[in-house]
Nanobody, 125 residues
Framework: VQLQASGGGLVQVGGSLRLSCAAS????????MAWFRQAPGKEREFVAA????????RYADSVKGRFTISRDSAKNTMFLQMSSLKPEDTAVYFC???????????????????WGQGTLVTVSS
C-alpha cells in the first residue's frame, strides 16, 4: 500500500497549484483520504479530508475558500487544488489514507495509517 504525492513547486503569492496523490491499490476508492502539511519548524497540521463517497469533506479554517479537495476513484488519485496562495502556505504537503475513520475526527492525523512521502510547496512573496 503506497501513496505518491506530487505537484509541489515554487509559486508566487496569489498563484495556484494542484497537488496529486496516487494510491497503489484500487481499494483506496473506498477509503478516506486527507492532506496534511508541515511548515519549517512547525508541527504537522491538517489541511483537508475527503470521504470515499465525496460526501464527507472538511477543511482547515486557514484554507477554506482557497483550497479544494477532490478525488478520482477510477484513477485512485486524490487532488488538492490550491488558489490564492500565501507565504504561510509554504510547507511540505503529505497525503494520507485509511479505511476506518471516525467522522468527527477526520482532521486527526493519528487516524491515518498510510502516508505519502510529501511534496514541497514554496510560496514566494
Amino acid at each position: 500500500v503506497q501513496l505518491q504525492a506530487s505537484g509541489g513547486g515554487l509559486v508566487q503569492v496569489g498563484g495556484s497549484l494542484r497537488l496529486s496523490c496516487a494510491a497503489s491499490e484500487r481499494a483506496f476508492s473506498r477509503w478516506f483520504m486527507a492532506w496534511f502539511r508541515q511548515a519549517p519548524g512547525k508541527e504537522r497540521e491538517f489541511v483537508a479530508a475527503i470521504g470515499w463517497d465525496n460526501l464527507a469533506i472538511r477543511y482547515a479554517d486557514s484554507v477554506k475558500g482557497r483550497f479544494t479537495i477532490s478525488r478520482d476513484s477510477a484513477k485512485n488519485t486524490m487532488f488538492l487544488q490550491m488558489s490564492s496562495l500565501k507565504p504561510e502556505d509554504t510547507a511540505v504537503y503529505f497525503c494520507a489514507a485509511d479505511r476506518n475513520i471516525i467522522l468527527s475526527s477526520l482532521q486527526d492525523e493519528w487516524q491515518y495509517d498510510y502516508w505519502g512521502q510529501g511534496t514541497l510547496v514554496t510560496v514566494s512573496s
